[in-house]
């Protein structure tokens, strides 16, 4: 899965991460689309478990995530 939970420096040590904001992170070039809060909300995209705007979403056994630049 390419999505990278939000965490603090702290954290991150610990679990061996890196700290940041939640993100979706393009599975064939590594490309980063932040998800970003709005009014304290995650995007509704996010909730509903689709790709980002311009993404492509693919489910096989796993997800898989590419970026507007990636996608076929």
């Keep these: 899965m390419t999505y ?6 702290r954290t991150a040590r610990v679990l061996r ?3 940041g904001e ?6 064939a070039c590594g490309m980063v689309r932040r ?10 995209w996010f909730l509903d478990g689709k790709a980002p705007p311009g993404w492509l979403l693919e489910r096989d056994e796993q997800r ?9």
């Design 64 to 72: 898989t995530d590419l970026c507007p630049t990636c996608r076929p």
């Design 4 to 9: 990278r939970p939000g965490m603090d420096l």
């Design 17 to 19: 991460m890196q700290p």
């Design 22 to 27: 939640p993100c979706i992170v393009c599975d």
């Design 35 to 44: 998800v970003a809060k709005a009014n304290g909300m995650a995007p509704a």
